[in-house]
């Protein structure tokens, strides 16, 4: 009932809590004096106790009504929203932080990443498992996988015909090896992951049958994950794909959309499509993050896409450098529902991105030696368990955001109408800004990223050849 009101929720509840403490404070006044009269006094409380009952109900009848008046809209259009980012942790924002230079567009997929790498956890043991915990938090394999059943219940959930969310996990296994059965069970029941028969013997076949998967869970956005070359003396493969395709909730008037200059540094500026719209969206300019904080919601859906914008033009490097979740979660609670002008660049790119160097940075290091241990995968002497050694991981993601709404994918692998009004504010993203995408109920952030140049179309982030896998 709070979010029809269209203000601040701790606002309405305190207004309501002040009203039944002061009906309260008055009765026990009453009660405390003192009268000769038994009897009279008795009359006079019962009187005030109706009194105030019909009092209050009066209150509460009127403030609902206010309510029902003020918003006029129908209860399937209701816009919630309660910040919550509990699901996701230091470890998506490093990843931010790692991978972000000053000239260039990113996008990765906490999400894929922290999946497969959970994956690899439930096999690991030893050496490897301690180093899985440390780098990650990781604790006990039955929280974990109730906590990622939990959320990627929630993001299946998430989305109605309209909008589409895929998670499509896949572990190719080469046809000489047998998995554990309880892995392959732990896999499939709380990671939704198939097990999926290959033959590594023959790369192109199964460089082919990985190609086709990815292609299908990612509606034909992503086509090529990996190349024969990269199965050579492959054992097992884990593939991950997140696709996502929404449609704003308030959709961007085609005919709003004006070209204008986007400030790619404080001196130099590019000319590029600018998408407007002026409408109730929750907002908040944080004076912590020297930004401003938009959200932008999807239609039926628990999906947002939240822009945080610097206050200066050439502000992003230090916004990336400072944000973190403790503060970015106390400012969202800021944010509150106001009529906003925005004025957002349409933009499409694609970014891929090994993580072999940044994982090794990170803390990992024996996944990647001949001293790996993934003895809970399959069954065999130690000469097959030998085997398995990641030798990269691999992420591939695109968005593309205009007037109807988002398209945003990623694919990772292991390689083992406008108001009545003046606007409250305006929202103008003409200068380089961060993003991500998250669903709301439990908080996963599944895409973050950062735009820099609204113009650029292709990048990708190489494993440093000279930091090859130790042998």
Not at 106 to 116: A, E, F, G, K, T
Not at 439 to 459: R, S
Request: proline content about 3%.
């Amino acid at each position: 009932m709070f979010l029809l009101f269209g203000g601040s929720p701790y606002l309405r509840c305190t207004n309501r809590t002040l009203t039944n403490w002061i009906l309260h404070s008055s009765l026990i006044a009453g009660l405390s004096k003192s009268h000769k009269n038994n009897e009279l006094v008795l009359v006079r409380i019962v009187y005030r106790m109706l009194l105030y009952f019909v009092l209050g109900f009066l209150l509460n009848s009127v403030l609902c009504q206010n309510v029902t008046n003020e918003t006029n809209v129908n209860v399937d259009d209701i816009d919630d929203f309660y910040p919550n980012i509990q699901w996701s942790d230091a470890f998506d924002w490093k990843l931010l932080k790692t991978l972000s230079n000053e000239s260039s567009n990113v996008l990765i997929s906490p999400l894929s990443l922290r999946l497969v790498l959970a994956i690899l956890y439930e096999g690991s043991s030893g050496a490897t498992q301690r180093e899985f915990e440390s780098v990650l938090r990781f604790t006990q394999k039955d929280t974990l996988r109730e906590e990622f059943k939990s959320s990627l219940d929630a993001l299946q959930n998430s989305t109605d015909g309209e909008n589409v969310l895929k998670i499509c996990t896949s572990l190719f296994l080469d046809s000489s090896v047998e998995a554990k059965e309880k892995y392959a069970e732990t896999i499939k029941q709380y990671y939704y992951t198939d097990l999926v028969p290959s033959n590594f013997s023959d790369p192109e076949s199964a460089s082919s049958q990985i190609n086709a998967w990815v292609e299908e869970a990612t509606l034909g956005l992503v086509s090529h994950l990996t190349q024969p070359e990269d199965l050579d003396a492959m054992t097992l493969l884990l593939a991950n794909a997140v696709y996502f395709k929404g449609i704003w909730r308030y959709k961007f008037p085609k005919e709003n959309t004006k070209v204008d200059k986007f400030y790619v540094s404080p001196e130099q500026a590019i000319y590029i499509p600018f998408m407007t719209i002026t409408e109730q969206f929750f907002y908040y300019e944080s004076s912590v993050l020297d930004a401003k904080i938009l959200r932008l919601p999807y239609k039926s859906s628990n999906i947002s896409m939240f822009i945080v914008l610097p206050l200066s033009k050439g502000g992003l490097p230090e916004l990336i450098r400072k944000i973190n979740l403790v503060d970015l979660h106390r400012e969202l609670f800021q944010m509150n529902k106001k009529l906003i002008q925005v004025s957002i660049p349409k933009f499409q790119f694609k970014f891929k991105a090994s993580y072999y160097n940044l994982l090794k940075d990170y803390g990992f290091r024996t996944m990647f030696q001949n001293t790996a241990s993934f003895t809970q995968i399959v069954k065999g002497h130690s000469s097959i368990l030998r085997k398995l050694v990641v030798s990269d991981i691999l992420q591939t993601t695109g968005i593309q955001v205009d007037e109807e709404g988002s398209i945003a994918y990623a694919a990772t692998d292991v390689i083992v109408g406008n108001k009545i009004g003046v606007p409250d504010s305006t929202f103008n993203a003409s200068h380089p800004f961060l993003f991500f995408l998250q669903e709301d109920k439990e908080g996963t952030v599944f895409f973050v990223g950062k735009i820099e140049n609204p113009l650029q179309q292709e990048l990708e982030i190489r494993r440093n050849k000279s930091d090859e896998q130790e042998i």
